[in-house]
């Protein structure tokens, strides 16, 4: 376990580069065809400073740079995730706010708590992983 740990974390800022190009790259000719009507917020579902909130402001200012949208970031904490999905998914579908999450709490508690949220898979349409 020691050794995966200190592969991914020597790797982790190579793949990470890797994974918003190519996530950019595929996503491009989708970004044509769709854009948001004035500024675009993304929620994190982490607090500031942390790997998901780093990766998050990353993927912002390359998203901006290379589509000329206004994109805000906002921290919404709470529950690994769970608080951000439950937020957004009260929201009217405007596509103005994407969720930047982490799928293991998100999936544990859909499958441990799926009565208790206020939200399901198919609540969200799904644009990416990184």
Not at 14 to 25: C, K, P, W
């Amino acid at each position: 376990m020691n050794i995966l740990k200190t592969l991914l974390s020597k790797a982790s800022p190579v793949l990470v580069a890797g994974a918003i190009s190519m996530m950019l790259f595929i996503a491009g000719p989708a970004a044509a065809a769709w854009k948001p009507d004035g500024t675009l917020t993304l929620q994190i579902g982490f607090g500031a400073g942390g790997s998901t909130d780093t990766l998050g402001r990353v993927l912002a200012k390359v998203m901006k740079e290379q589509t000329g949208w206004n994109i805000i970031v906002e921290n919404k904490t709470g529950g690994g995730g769970i608080a951000m999905f439950t937020g957004i998914a009260k929201m009217p579908p405007r596509g103005k706010v994407i969720g930047l999450g982490v799928n293991m709490p998100v999936l544990v508690n859909l499958v441990r708590r799926q009565n208790e949220l206020a939200f399901k898979l198919d609540s969200f349409d799904y644009l990416g992983t990184i």
